[in-house]
């Protein structure tokens, strides 16, 4: 859902095999889709993977909201989930990941995939006509279920951070700002790693992480300290197998507050950000199907 046709009013993307009031082709089985402006002309475009012939493709948006054909390119059997720019989206079967990023600090909008079958994430830069090179592959330790992109160290640089069920643990890979990236550090959880989250919850301009285990039906935030560490200071119980986690200043007092989705029981809670390391649960919210 984004304005992509400039009148200041959000509109709807649907992948389908339908017609609605206006289509544009892609390649076989599209599963995922994000919009961005890959070709800094400030209009949005798309980018859309295929999980048939395992492709990645920009598709350039014009400025009465239809679109033209950009470029693809193969990066691997079955990618099927998109990431924008700290956001997290639950991996699923096949290719299962991008995430878009200034990766080669170049001032265009560049994109990382993974996939269901791999421990590798490859790294797609974007020329400036929203074109794309070819594909930068980074051998990751083991296979992630999901990651997001942000700025940890404030150097305008991006890093990645996947989050590892295998191993029970959260990885973060600093960026060089030439599209390469080296393992910066890993955190290890005692079960179950699920999804995590990045916001500056102290307002005291430094990025923190939360993150949310299945196994332990808890979540917790890492406060980055004076030395630019993280330490676990918070963990609170949440319901049955958190799935996905966001942060949202909902009591619109200027402090990000928590909401986990947790599958198994299927609620919503809302965790209220009171300062001073002090997250409380404010509201569950029941919900009749499978979060």
């Given at each position: 859902m984004a304005d992509f046709n400039s009148d200041k009013i959000l509109n709807l993307i649907v992948i389908t095999d339908q017609s609605y009031r206006a289509t544009h082709t892609v390649d076989y089985t599209p599963s995922i889709i994000i919009a961005d402006d890959f070709n800094n002309d400030k209009i949005l475009d798309l980018a859309v993977t295929s999980q048939t012939d395992g492709a990645a493709s920009i598709v350039l948006g014009i400025d009465d909201g239809s679109f033209r054909s950009g470029t693809s390119l193969y990066v691997g059997s079955y990618p099927t989930?998109?990431?924008?720019?700290?956001?997290?989206?639950?991996?699923?079967?096949?290719?299962?990941?991008?995430?878009?990023?200034?990766?080669?600090?170049?001032?265009?909008?560049?994109?990382?995939?993974?996939?269901?079958?791999?421990?590798?994430?490859?790294?797609?830069?974007?020329?400036?006509?929203?074109?794309?090179?070819?594909?930068?592959?980074?051998?990751?330790?083991?296979?992630?279920?999901?990651?997001?992109?942000?700025?940890?160290?404030?150097?305008?640089?991006?890093?990645?951070?996947?989050?590892?069920?295998?191993?029970?643990?959260?990885?973060?890979?600093?960026?060089?700002?030439n599209g390469a990236f080296y393992k910066w550090t890993i955190f290890t959880s005692s079960r179950s790693v699920t999804a995590v989250v990045v916001a500056d919850f102290e307002k005291d301009g430094r990025i923190d992480l939360t993150i949310t285990s299945s196994g332990r039906n808890v979540l917790s935030v890492m406060f980055r300290d004076d030395n630019e560490a993280f330490s676990v200071q918070l963990n609170r119980t949440v319901g049955r197998y958190p799935s996905a986690i966001t942060a949202v200043d909902l009591g619109k007092d200027i402090k990000l507050d928590l909401v986990v989705i947790n599958r198994s029981d299927n609620t919503m809670r809302v965790w209220m950000n009171y300062g001073g390391h002090n997250f409380f649960i404010q509201n569950k919210v029941l919900n009749r199907n499978h979060t």
């Open positions: 989930c998109i990431i924008s720019t700290a956001m997290e989206r639950r991996a699923s079967q096949w290719p299962i990941r991008k995430g878009t990023a200034d990766f080669n600090v170049d001032a265009k909008i560049d994109f990382a995939v993974t996939y269901h079958s791999s421990s590798n994430v490859s790294l797609l830069l974007v020329n400036e006509n929203g074109t794309l090179r070819d594909e930068v592959s980074i051998a990751l330790d083991t296979q992630p279920v999901s990651f997001i992109t942000t700025d940890l160290n404030s150097d305008n640089k991006a890093e990645l951070l996947f989050v590892n069920q295998k191993n029970n643990s959260l990885s973060i890979y600093a960026g060089y700002g």
